[in-house]
């Protein structure tokens, strides 16, 4: 039974950490709230929210990260930062995610970040830009290998100080080095157990606490295999060119990745199809079966959403594709499907090369669809399109989907553009989303570096990347207001709330990614002594923070 808005509001106070208080994961995933219908607030609740005044920015170029009136930030840690005597913190962080070590104490836990790719121009010291083109040695891709992947390093605030617990145990780096098993009962391309993992863009987390991250586009390093109409295979170069040292296939790599926060232990789930996964999403149903929402990260490609068959796995079950059109979810079912057993050889074959089949099943194309939230008022899924510029589409939009009767295993659904990117709403291509505890709707821009601040280009008006807030209640509901502004060439990336709701994790990844000379780059943030931009996690803080997060108790 669903509940009512007192009930709700009631029921995150128990889930939490103390009154009216709850982990992000139970928001951003819906694992333990049942969504229902928003209830708009009374007038004199209303009045409540007239000191929650707004002072959004103004779109910027500067070389800094701007923070909106009421906001302060704090370094956690960046690129090349000491977690251990042996490891270091890796470059470009995507997805962020913390878990407290002890529920009771929300200022104490493991903060998972991915490392989406390596810049061998400040990781390894190699000129991809110098004309001739510079020989590249096996060194210097070790280097690059290394830094991408995942940290997991313990954080505590004290006197509302972040700060890393040096040598914690629990501080440790998964690689594009580390081994990593299968979830899945046939070998892929002859291994069970693949080397590292790659291309690490968002992610997720489950009911059980552990990290999801993503492999997006992992055709950047070691290639991929395309069949043309007679189904013969060719392999594809790399941009980084990592194949050229490491003969590893293609096919390893493009799936959902789960860590262990504990112990670092790793596999990759091959029932979540191949592809360029920007997130994984989980929910998880009464009967404590799960669904995993995940979208392609590139134009004319598709959302899917994998069904469980058995309580807490992502093994079992089906992976369907999205027609949103008609509003059907297609299964990718060999066994039932007439037209992959004509293409595929099994359900591994139809798993590997997703993308093929979800294209012979009949499913729309979108315009790169990235992250995927559950609004946890409502249960309406909420998907970034990000652009797709071949079709004239620059500025993207967010694509609402809501389940037949509410229901996330249906097997139809209704699709719809919430809001959509441009100079009307004041923002585009958006990325990364995040409800915070009152189901205010944070989003971060993914803008290309080599298209902002530039004249002529459609994207000039809106200056650097950004995160947005979409108030849900007062009267800016529904307004998408500037709350901080990226360094040059940065995006901002991987929002998170801390489970108390005082603190937002942010990753501020590629500043000064267009620097072509060290001596001059682009950006300098964040302004150390040697000058050199470095990707880093940093946690907001402050008044607006806390009172955003406070919503939830207004008394209804």
């Known amino acids: 039974m669903p509940y009512n808005r007192r009930e709700f509001i009631s029921f995150l106070g128990k889930a939490g950490l103390g009154a009216l208080t709850i982990p992000p994961f139970l928001i951003s995933c819906g694992n333990t709230a049942t969504p229902t219908s928003d209830k708009k607030l009374s007038d004199e609740q209303l009045k409540k929210l007239k000191d929650l005044v707004f002072e959004g920015l103004s779109p910027s170029n500067q070389d800094d990260l701007l923070l909106a009136k009421g906001l302060d930030y704090q370094m956690v840690i960046k690129w090349g930062d000491k977690i251990s005597d042996k490891d270091t913190f890796g470059f470009n962080p995507d997805f962020t995610c913390f878990i407290p070590l002890d529920e009771r104490n929300p200022k104490d836990g493991l903060l998972w970040v991915n490392h989406e790719y390596a810049n061998p121009f400040f990781v390894a010291d190699f000129n991809n830009h110098a004309n001739p083109p510079e020989k590249r040695t096996k060194e210097q891709v070790d280097k690059e290998i290394y830094n991408v992947g995942g940290s997991i390093v313990r954080i505590k605030e004290e006197h509302g100080v972040w700060k890393v617990v040096n040598n914690d145990p629990h501080n440790r780096r998964i690689t594009g080095h580390t081994p990593i098993p299968l979830n899945w009962d046939a070998p892929i391309e002859g291994k069970s157990e693949i080397i590292g993992t790659n291309s690490n863009c968002s992610g997720g987390i489950t009911p059980w606490n552990t990290f999801l991250t993503c492999e997006e586009n992992y055709q950047d390093v070691f290639g991929d295999t395309l069949y043309d109409e007679n189904n013969a295979a060719t392999r594809t170069p790399s941009i980084w060119g990592w194949e050229q040292f490491y003969d590893y296939p293609p096919e390893h790599y493009g799936w959902v990745v789960e860590v262990n926060p504990k112990d670092g232990k790793a596999q990759k789930h091959?029932?979540?199809?191949?592809?360029?996964?920007?997130?994984?999403?989980?929910?998880e149903l009464e009967d404590k079966r799960v669904v995993a929402y995940s979208g392609d990260d590139k134009k004319d490609e598709h959302l899917y959403k994998f069904i469980s068959s058995k309580p807490g796995s992502l093994k079992e079950g089906t992976l369907y594709v999205a027609d949103t059109i008609n509003g059907k979810w297609l299964a990718l079912d060999w066994e039932n499907e007439p037209v992959l057993k004509n293409k595929f050889k099994d359900q591994t074959e139809v798993l590997v090369r997703a993308r093929e089949a979800a294209k012979l099943l009949g499913a729309t194309p979108l315009n790169r669809p990235e992250d995927i939230e559950i609004d946890p008022i409502t249960g309406n899924i909420f998907v970034t399109l990000t652009n797709n510029k071949p079709k004239g589409d620059y500025h993207g939009s967010i694509l609402k989907v809501e389940e037949t009767e509410g229901k996330f295993d249906a097997l139809t659904f209704k699709a719809s553009t919430y809001l959509a990117g441009g100079k009307k709403n004041g923002f585009s291509c958006p990325d990364n989303l995040a409800f915070d505890l009152s189901g205010n709707l944070w989003m971060t821009s993914d803008m290309s570096g080599d298209a902002m601040n530039r004249k002529g280009k459609p994207y000039m008006p809106f200056k650097n990347n950004s995160l947005f807030v979409i108030p849900r209640y007062g009267k800016d509901a529904g307004k998408v207001i500037r709350m901080a502004s990226a360094p040059r060439d940065a995006e901002l990336t991987g929002p998170w709330f801390s489970p108390d709701g005082k603190t937002l994790f942010l990753s501020v990844q590629h500043p000064g990614e267009q620097t072509t000379d060290k001596?001059?780059?682009?950006?300098?943030?964040?302004?150390?002594?040697?000058?050199?931009?470095k990707p880093a996690v940093v946690a907001i803080t402050g008044d607006l923070i806390e009172k955003l997060n406070n919503l939830n108790q207004i008394e209804v």
């Open 519 to 533: 001596n001059n780059p682009t950006s300098k943030w964040p302004f150390d002594k040697d000058g050199i931009p």
């Open 270 to 283: 091959i029932a979540l199809g191949r592809f360029a996964h920007e997130c994984c999403t989980l929910y």
